[in-house]
């Protein structure tokens, strides 16, 4: 028996620990989005997240192209999509193209934390839609060079990712087994004393 939207969702919800935020545990990356669209108003408060992402001298190098489905936006961000992506992508109300400014604007040199810091900005705005009951979806799966070409990005901004933003859909909507099985699959994530140390390979014991 295929699981509905809900149930999913439940299953993939982290397990919650106290003190930790519930956007943390709620945050998922699913492919399947419902017909609804998203609020101006939501939108906004996800940006309003982004914007306050720390960044190195404080230069915010973070810069995002927002497309809702019907319009060009869209259908330039679509367009540069590898193929497996645009089979699910193309159901996602709102598509966001991100990029980093590699310049610091104060004295011109190199901005070596720029996509660092457009990765932390990107992540504020996940959460952001996971607190509103959002869901978001980050993508590699995407040809950078095309989406350069067709916005007209200058070169000393890097490309980053595609953001699938919507609300959550049916997985049988898919309507491929393996995208499905994907969907309803659990969550893993490694143990603490795998990615903190005390010395390198040495888990701090946290």
Do not use: C
């Not at 397990?15 to 709620?26: D, K, N, Q, R, T």
């Not at 699910?88 to 610091?104: G, Q």
């Not at 989406?147 to 200058?154: D, L, S």
């Amino acid at each position: 028996m295929s699981l509905t939207a809900h149930e999913v969702h439940a299953l993939k919800k982290a397990p919650s620990m106290e003190g930790v935020l519930p956007a943390f545990h709620e945050r998922w990356s699913p492919r399947s989005f419902a017909a609804r669209e998203v609020s101006a108003e939501a939108l906004k408060k996800l940006f309003e997240a982004a914007r306050w992402t720390a960044s190195s001298y404080n230069e915010q190098p973070w810069r995002f192209i927002v497309g809702l489905r019907g319009d060009g936006t869209w259908e330039k961000i679509f367009a540069a999509l590898g193929e497996f992506n645009k089979n699910w992508a193309k159901t996602a109300p709102v598509l966001i193209l991100t990029a980093a400014h590699t310049r610091f604007s104060h004295n011109g040199t190199e901005n070596r934390h720029a996509l660092y810091d457009l990765g932390a900005a990107s992540s504020y705005l996940t959460l952001e839609a996971a607190a509103l009951g959002l869901a978001a979806h980050q993508m590699a799966g995407f040809d950078p060079e095309a989406a350069r070409k067709a916005f007209g990005v200058p070169a000393e901004y890097l490309i980053g990712t595609v953001i699938a933003l919507g609300y959550l859909g049916e997985p049988t909507a898919l309507g491929d087994a393996g995208l499905i099985k994907s969907e309803t699959a659990a969550r893993a994530r490694k143990p603490l004393d795998e990615i903190v140390f005390s010395e390198w390979d040495k888990a701090a014991g946290i």
